[in-house]
């Protein structure tokens, strides 16, 4: 096993080598939220692993929160910027595409909560494993607006 190295500082994420297996740790204090720098790095990060060889990936984030979703604060801070609210939303897009159809497996390692986007970053994955019944994962619902 090699020792954590954070790739770059706005990368928002670990890589550790476990032999053939690589481990992908979102690393987005205090929650890992989703903003567009860390799902485009997700993207890279499986796009390398494929380049690299690597024959298994692990999606894992933090010990109490696997990822709390997308950066609300950030998308909100849009406001009317349509372009750049369509952006954000492509590259989270993007990311869960990336997992999904990696040509490898990947697990997410959920050692804690993963709502909403967090959730949907797990179900990408061909398995997750994690500290059940203390982690919640999920989505929540809405009701629609007419008018």
């Known amino acids: 096993m090699t020792t ?32 567009p720098a860390l799902c485009g790095a997700l993207t890279h990060a499986v796009a390398k692993a494929v380049a690299d060889g690597v024959q298994g990936l692990v999606l894992s984030g933090g010990p109490k929160v696997f990822s709390a979703g997308l950066d609300v604060p950030y998308l909100v801070s849009l406001g009317d910027d349509r372009e750049a609210l369509q952006a954000a939303w492509e590259t989270f897009f993007d990311a869960a595409r990336a997992l999904a159809t990696s040509p490898m497996p990947v697990a997410a390692a959920m050692a804690g909560h993963a709502p909403a986007g967090g959730c949907v970053l797990s179900w990408r994955c061909v398995a997750t494993t994690g500290s059940w019944p203390m982690a919640r994962s999920g989505l929540a619902s809405t009701k629609p607006r007419s008018g």
Do not use: F, S, W, Y
């Open 4 to 35: 954590p190295t954070n790739l770059v500082d706005t990368i928002d994420h670990d890589t550790i080598d476990h032999g053939v297996i690589r481990e992908l740790k979102l690393a987005r204090p205090p929650v890992n939220a989703l903003n």
